[in-house]
């Protein structure tokens, strides 16, 4: 079945395959790749969260520009969400160190999420304006188990003033599955968090910025 006309803009998303480079190193640490085609959901979640920034703000004297900004939201994610819902924070210390660094692809970053299940991604893409976190599977022992959803997402600027953030993911298994609003909900708050914490972090630090009402699509699996 095709998926539906809405789902266009997140095709490239539901379609994207983490590069086999990524996939060798994670298989060498006993980490595995979830495919959004191999969840369990009955619904895709299709979604983007955008803060529009009309100045940029200013950060030791200077006026900072697009790449700028990108790298620093990147960089102290956490200081652009409300924490209650995730946290963020390499994998490894020593493997995943360089998600702190301008290459980051090939990072593993563990997500302390609310509730008592926690979860972890990969940089599997990354360019100065964008990049994708797809979902991943790590050992329970010292590590999360299975991501509660499986899917990529980007984050990125668009026409050099849109921050954004934007997603496409299933419930992955049977659990998650049985209350796969539960996923949705928890989500939503965390990117709305991004909105509003991003919003004020830039309005306070010389700039101005105003959030732009998220797009949010649930939708049936088409595959």
């Given amino acids: 079945m095709a998926p539906p006309s809405i789902a266009n803009n997140w095709l490239d998303l539901v379609n ?3 590069p086999g480079a990524i996939l060798s ?57 409300n924490t209650t819902w995730a946290i963020f924070s390499p994998f490894d210390a020593s493997l995943d160190a360089k998600w702190a660094t301008n290459s980051p692809l090939g990072a593993a970053i563990k997500i302390d999420a609310f509730g008592p299940d926690n979860a972890a ?10 990049w994708r976190f797809s979902t991943i599977e790590t050992l329970f022992s010292g590590g999360t188990g299975t991501h509660p959803v499986s899917g990529t997402r980007e984050f990125g600027m668009h026409n050099g003033n849109i921050l954004y ?16 609003g539960g996923a949705v909900w928890i989500a939503d708050r965390l990117w709305r968090s991004m909105q509003d914490t991003t919003v004020e972090w830039i309005n306070s ?11 949010i699509n649930t939708l049936p699996w088409w595959g």
Wanted: glycine residues 8%; proline residues 2%; hydrophobic residues 40%.
């Fill in 16 to 18: 994207f395959e983490v």
């Fill in 25 to 81: 190193n994670l298989n060498a640490r006993g980490i595995k790749w979830q495919k959004i085609e191999n969840a369990s959901g009955n619904l895709i979640n299709l979604d983007t969260y955008s803060v529009v920034i009309d100045q940029f703000p200013v950060r030791n004297g200077q006026r900072m520009g697009a790449a700028d900004f990108l790298s620093l939201f990147r960089k102290n994610i956490n200081t652009f969400i």
């Fill in 121 to 130: 991604v990969v940089v599997s893409e990354f360019s100065t304006l964008r």
């Fill in 165 to 180: 953030t934007r997603g496409a993911d299933r419930t992955t298994g049977a659990l998650e599955s049985a209350f796969e």
């Fill in 205 to 215: 630090n010389g700039g101005s910025a105003s959030l732009v009402n998220p797009t």
